[in-house]
């Protein structure tokens, strides 16, 4: 724990101006990030009597080693700097927010020769035209379904769309009515994107205009005694109008318009939206975050803007927002907004009216929300820090373990072996700092072993010294050297430790843990704290989770730590366990199918899969193009000289023997054509 007053800056050496700071840790790891209009004085106010601060204030400059400034020209900068910071370094005292749940949304895909109607989640794409995002994905398809009617937009994947372009037959949409088919060519690409914006814009809320043309089609069909197109344009109209009514009107003005409210204890927050266009409910979404800062609700509402607008553009930021509370730069805020819209953005709070008993509508969801996330996570942080006290005290630790690393070894049968390393802080999975290794046998420049094979416990030892060995490299390169500590080499491939690497970036195997997990029992566990004494670190515990009757094995113990069943800490191990497993078990069937996969051509370096298909369309073959010479392999387009030679090298290193039928005896002679992916060198059964 660091003394806030070892790092203040000297007095006077704070401009009083706008700005953006950055407070780091030992590691020089960025821990939070903050704006301020007078950067003298808000960076004073960190460094008073601990006392006086928040509890997580106090945490957070305690936590700190240094802080440092950038000084911009107005507030608006420094809002549109401090976002972009807490995206890039992810501070771990800045509020996050996260959704409670993944919300889809309906998108047409405007940046495709045809543009497709979909439901999609998660981040949005450029070139594509969101709506929503709803409560439900069904929601969407009865939507969607209703509209196809009128609108016969493509809806089918790319696959769908291939397939029926070369049989010439559309889908059953295609037959019923339900999409333009222009797979077929029933309709030009043109008229396809016509209909595609004529849905957007209905879905936009430009309803009146676009039903009133289809009446008066209506109309004038009847006068003319054509029925049955008037018919047609009846149905049309009612299944709009049946569409329309999913989304109950709100505020009879029309309005555009993202209303925020806020619900909030002591050591939470739930934000929901409600997204009104053309004065209906077009989609909502929540968001949960701890109050890891000491933060009000203005603040998680500033916060909240940041994050919903932060990749938005256009019409995706309405011209209206309303909030429970203006934040403290409502001006700066509104300018920001009206920047990412590029037309003015009003930015308030209601009083009275629709917009008001909206709003109170949006705050009884927030609280809904809140109480549902909070039962759900009934007792979890007290249950996470329960669970690490356990472990802690079943392992004889100093400290609770608030960094858990756990390895595993996966390979089927001995081949294709590889390593997962999987990381936990606070309880939690922190995916980001997942590794995956392949087992080779080395240890820094020393072969010890051919890496092939079933033996997990010198594959334990050495993924466990690769761990290390890297986290010793990145201890140097940062200057945090021990006295008497020396560098260890770099593995083959990666770069020397050279200069301190201090931007605050998240930095590969940079922060060693408090425990390391490995899965099995003792020789696993031996081998794991033998890599941990040859490279000198003895602050790191381990132990071992076998499988059979989840005993905690320690180093050098002749039996094992028993934890009882309905232990928390014994749960966390198993989750972290499993998790290893997983994460391991994926990246083995990931190595072991491309290896089943590959051909000749895949070994050669440098060589991508356009040029391998550009190869084997010219020869029709591996063995006609093994059978080439460089001149006649330079002729494909593309393939230069060097690139030739190279190919030609790796194709007759891996030159086979002749091909046989398995049922005849008989040698092949000739070859079917072979795919960039598999060699067709091989025995084939009638």
């Known amino acids: 724990m660091a003394d806030p007053s070892s790092y203040r800056p000297a007095p006077g050496q704070v401009p009083d101006s706008p700005g953006v700071y950055r407070f780091r840790d030992e590691h020089r790891r960025v821990i939070y990030v903050g704006k301020a209009k007078s950067l003298r004085q808000r960076l004073a106010s960190y460094f008073q009597d601990l006392a006086g601060l928040h509890p997580r204030t106090a945490t957070m400059v305690t936590t700190a080693a240094s802080v440092e400034w950038t000084v911009v020209s107005t507030e608006v900068e420094a809002l549109q700097l401090e976002y972009s910071w807490i995206k890039e370094y992810d501070p771990r005292f800045n509020v996050k927010y996260r959704d409670d749940k993944s919300y889809p949304s309906l998108a047409v895909t405007m940046n495709e020769q045809y543009p497709r109607v979909q439901v999609m989640r998660g981040p949005k794409k450029k070139g594509v035209r969101y709506f929503g995002p709803y409560g439900h994905a069904w929601a969407i398809r009865e939507t969607v379904d209703l509209m196809l009617r009128v609108f016969p937009v493509r809806t089918c994947s790319a696959g769908v769309f291939k397939r029926s372009a070369q049989i010439g037959r559309p889908c059953l949409l295609g037959y019923i009515g339900k999409c333009s088919a222009p797979c077929v060519g029933r309709v030009t690409p043109e008229e396809h994107r016509e209909l595609a914006e004529d849905f957007c814009d209905f879905m936009a809320g430009r309803t009146g205009t676009y039903l009133t043309r289809l009446e008066a089609r209506m109309h004038e069909a009847a006068e003319e005694m054509e029925y049955e197109k008037a018919a047609r ?154 669970a690490l006290e356990e472990i802690a005290e079943a392992l004889e630790l100093d400290s609770a373990p608030l960094r858990i690393e756990c390895f595993d070894i996966s390979h089927l049968q001995g081949d294709d072996v590889v390593a997962s390393m999987v990381v936990f802080e606070d309880g939690l999975a922190r995916k980001s700092e997942y590794r995956r ?48 500590e020396t560098a260890e080499p770099a593995e083959p ?37 033998r890599a941990l004494e040859e490279l000198g670190i003895d602050d790191v515990a381990v132990c071992g989770l076998a499988k059979r009757l989840e005993e905690v094995w320690l180093p050098g113990e002749a039996d094992p730590v028993v934890l009882p069943r309905t232990s928390e800490g014994l749960y966390l191990l198993q989750r972290v366990r499993d998790e290893a497993h997983r994460f391991a078990l994926r990246y083995q069937r990931d190595k072991r199918g491309k290896r089943l996969t590959s051909g000749p051509l895949d070994e050669v370096p440098g060589l991508g899969e356009s040029r391998k298909q550009a190869l084997l369309k010219h020869f029709g073959s591996v063995k006609k193009l093994r059978q080439a010479t460089i ?47 598999a060699s067709s060198e091989r025995g084939t059964t009638p």
Request: with cysteine; net charge negative.
């Open 493 to 529: 491939g990666e770069r020397a430790p050279d200069t301190p690497q201090d931007d605050g970036r998240p930095r590969r195997f940079a922060y060693p843990p408090q425990l390391v997990v490995v899965d099995g029992g003792r020789p696993q566990v031996a081998a794991a704290q």
């Open 437 to 484: 290794f392949q087992i080779t046998g080395r240890v820094g420049d020393t072969q010890v072993w051919h890496g092939e094979g079933q033996d997990d416990v010198r594959s334990m030892h050495e993924v466990v010294s690769r761990r290390f060995r890297r986290y010793l490299q990145e201890k140097q390169r940062t200057g945090e050297w021990g006295p008497g």
């Open 233 to 386: 344009l009846r149905d049309d109209i009612g299944a709009l109008r049946r569409a329309m009514e999913k989304n109950a009107v709100v505020l009879t003005d029309a309005t555009d318009a993202d209303l925020f409210a806020v619900a909030e204890d002591e050591l939470e927050a739930a934000v929901q939206i409600f997204h009104v266009r053309g004065g209906r409910v077009r989609g909502q979404r929540g968001w949960i975050t701890d109050k890891v800062e000491a933060v009000d609700t203005a603040g998680l509402v500033e916060h909240a803007l940041q994050q919903l607008y932060g990749e938005e553009r256009g019409e995706s930021v309405p011209k209206e927002v309303l909030v429970p509370v203006l934040p403290e730069d409502t001006p700066a805020l509104a300018e920001w907004l009206a920047g990412r819209r590029g037309s003015q953005v009003s930015l308030r709070v209601p009083r009275r009216g629709d917009k008001k008993a909206l709003m109170e509508t949006v705050h009884r969801n927030a609280q809904q929300s809140l109480a549902l996330h909070k039962t759900r996570r009934a007792g979890d942080l007290t249950t996470r820090s329960r």
């Open 631 to 677: 001149e006649q392999i330079c002729e494909v387009p593309g393939i230069g000289r060097k690139t030739a030679e190279t190919v030609a090298v790796a194709l007759a290193r891996t030159a086979p023997g002749p091909a046989v039928n398995t049922a005849t005896g008989e040698i092949i002679e000739d070859e079917a054509p072979a795919s960039a992916g």
